[in-house]
Nanobody, 123 residues
Framework: QVQLVESGGGSVQAGGSLRLSCSAS????????MGWFRQAPGKEREGVAV???????YYADSVKGRFTISQDNAKNVLYLQMNSLKPEDTAIYYC?????????????????WGQGTQVTVSS
């Protein structure tokens, strides 16, 4: 079965950086639609960044210019580089993978989910 394992979360001060990793098993990162989502307490899960199967990307307005989604095809790993972090970025971050033809920034389009990793940004 497909497994997604996130790592790289932690606590940083505002303005700092973190890189999240998502290691995929039985799912090909290179050709698949994969996304990073986050969920803060009391809020709905929101799509932060998406890598479409064809290589194009999507970013939520709140993270444009600060976050970058990328991949290492040889390692079958998806990354999320987060720079200039703000307290409002504090959330549990999840890696997710979709099954074609579904994709996009909507959580319900994704079938496979990682366990999540906590990101805390202090002011």
């Amino acid at each position: 079965q497909v497994q997604l394992v996130e790592s790289g979360g932690g606590s940083v001060q505002a303005g700092g950086s973190l890189r999240l990793s998502c290691s995929a098993s039985r799912y090909t990162v290179r050709t698949g639609c994969m996304g990073w989502f986050r969920q803060a307490p009391g809020k709905e899960r929101e799509g932060v960044a998406v890598k479409f199967g064809g290589g194009s990307t999507y970013y939520a307005d709140s993270v444009k210019g600060r976050f970058t989604i990328s991949q290492d095809n040889a390692k079958n790993v998806l990354y999320l580089q987060m720079n200039s972090l703000k307290p409002e970025d504090t959330a549990i971050y999840y890696c997710a993978a979709a099954v074609a033809p579904l994709c996009g920034s909507t959580a319900r389009n994704y079938v496979y989910w990682g366990q999540g990793t906590q990101v805390t940004v202090s002011s």
